[in-house]
């Protein structure tokens, strides 16, 4: 049955999931601070690139069930169902800044139709339904956790197939409310209390973290050890209690999420008692791989960056994205550049200089004149680029692959020096 819902804003979460209930069936309203964004987002157009979402944005929109206001107050005047996808920034000791979402529920609080359910999906410490009902002072409004677990370059995807839905609440007939939602999508639906969901959501995103971690880990083992790290995951994957899911060594992991939950999660287990040495030891890792990318880039080029050209491919967090938050691209370039490196680097995603680091506009041109390339977003197009004129266009063919992306036989046959994370 469609349900009339308001989401509460436009970030990747906000706009995947206004696009994806629309095309559920839902009639949706998003809302959002920015004038311009709204005006962009009626016409169609969407800021961010995610696939498959502006497809969905326009279906929504000339379907007339997505509609883009302005303000939070006005989209849920007559929705039963709110969602609040705002973002939650880390603050400055770690824990999680709660700031827009209180400011969301006190904005729509008065707004409400009686029986309305608040949906909490942004990503809050345990017991953040409780502080969302408290800035609403409505008892007669129910509040849901409903934690999402969408990637970014995927989202549309992960929403439309989701391995799970978790809603937690401690009221029933709310929560059936809720589920009622997503009787379109085939997936496994969960109903727990409001702690256990916000605790899945920050659980399911450290374990990730930690996978990847341990493998960056076992990669510098097996640097050790003269064995290969691809062929280390490959078996260790086929034990089905492994998978092969999210075992890639590289140049560490980033993004919006995963430091923000993991640094939020030590606080939350601090702040209740417990102190969280593994997931600490997960942070630490993750910290020393950056700098170990570092340093085998200055090993490559007699030990010392300084005063040296350096190409970079890769600065978004990820590829299939634009975004550089926390991307583990940008901290390496800007280690390398503390120690008197030149970078130049390319992007397919981005398109002009960006925090302090010079973009160029084709992946030749950022290897002029450099000493060595370093690979740092996992791009399928790096993989079939011209290796003669890679090479050619650097002073010394020499290549650190941070992502194991591309072919190293190959590399090597065009006269390259390669060197991978966790094999050589
Ligand atoms: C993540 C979670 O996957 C998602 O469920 C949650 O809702 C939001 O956070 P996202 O931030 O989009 O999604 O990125 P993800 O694909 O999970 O990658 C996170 C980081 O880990 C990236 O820097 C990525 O390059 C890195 N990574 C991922 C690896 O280094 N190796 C892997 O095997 C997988």
């Not at 690139?49 to 883009?68: P, T």
């Not at 609080?109 to 949906?119: G, K, Q, T």
């Not at 009787?183 to 920050?202: F, Q």
């Not at 490559?300 to 967090?317: E, M, R, Y």
């Amino acid at each position: 049955m469609a349900a009339n819902i308001a989401v509460i804003g436009t970030g990747y979460v906000g706009l995947t999931t206004g696009a994806c209930l629309a095309h559920l069936g839902h009639d949706v309203v998003c809302a959002d601070i920015d004038s311009q964004k709204i005006d962009r987002l009626n016409a169609g157009e969407i800021p961010i690139l995610e696939d498959g979402l502006e497809d969905l944005v326009r279906e929504g929109v000339q379907g007339g069930r997505l509609h883009f206001v302005l303000g939070a107050a006005n989209s849920v005047t007559d929705r039963e169902f709110v969602f609040l996808c705002v973002p939650t920034p880390q603050g400055e000791d770690g824990s999680a800044d709660l700031s827009y979402i209180e400011g969301a529920a006190r904005q729509i609080s008065s707004s409400l139709i009686s029986e309305a359910i608040v949906i909490n999906k942004s990503t809050v410490p345990v017991g953040s339904t409780r502080v969302v009902e408290q800035a609403l002072e409505r008892p007669d409004v129910s509040v849901v956790s409903n934690p999402e677990f969408l990637r970014e370059g995927s989202a549309v995807h992960d929403f439309l197939h989701p391995d799970r839905v978790v809603i937690g609440s401690d009221d029933q007939a709310a929560a059936i409310r809720v589920a009622s939602i997503y009787l379109g999508l085939a997936a496994p639906l969960m109903v727990t209390d409001p702690a256990s969901a916000e605790t899945i959501k920050y659980a399911s995103n450290a374990f990730l973290a930690t996978k990847i971690s341990y493998v960056n880990a076992i990669a510098a083992v097996c640097e050790a050890v003269g064995a290969d790290v691809n062929d280390v995951v490959l078996g260790m994957g086929y034990d089905k209690r492994i998978g092969q899911e999210f075992l890639r060594p590289g140049p560490g992991w980033g993004g919006s999420c995963f430091p923000k939950d993991s640094h939020a999660l030590v606080r939350i287990a601090e702040d209740a008692g417990y102190d969280f040495g593994l997931l600490k030891g997960v942070i630490e890792v993750n910290e020393q791989q950056f700098e170990r990318v570092v340093q085998k880039v200055a090993a490559s080029i007699d030990g010392s960056v300084d005063g040296k050209k350096i190409a970079a491919w890769g600065l978004t967090f990820k590829s299939r994205t634009d975004d550089i938050r926390d991307s583990p691209a940008i901290e390496i370039i800007h280690r390398l550049q503390a120690q008197g490196a030149v970078v130049t680097a390319y992007d397919p995603a981005i398109g002009a200089d960006i925090k302090g680091i010079t973009v160029c506009t084709d992946p030749y041109a950022a290897c002029e004149a450099a000493e060595a390339l370093v690979v740092l977003t996992e791009w399928d197009e790096f993989k079939w680029l011209d290796l003669d004129k890679v090479a050619s266009a650097m002073v010394s063919p020499q290549v650190i692959d941070a992502r194991n992306l591309l072919d190293r036989n190959r590399l090597r046959q065009h006269g390259f020096r390669y060197e991978g994370i966790g094999r050589s």
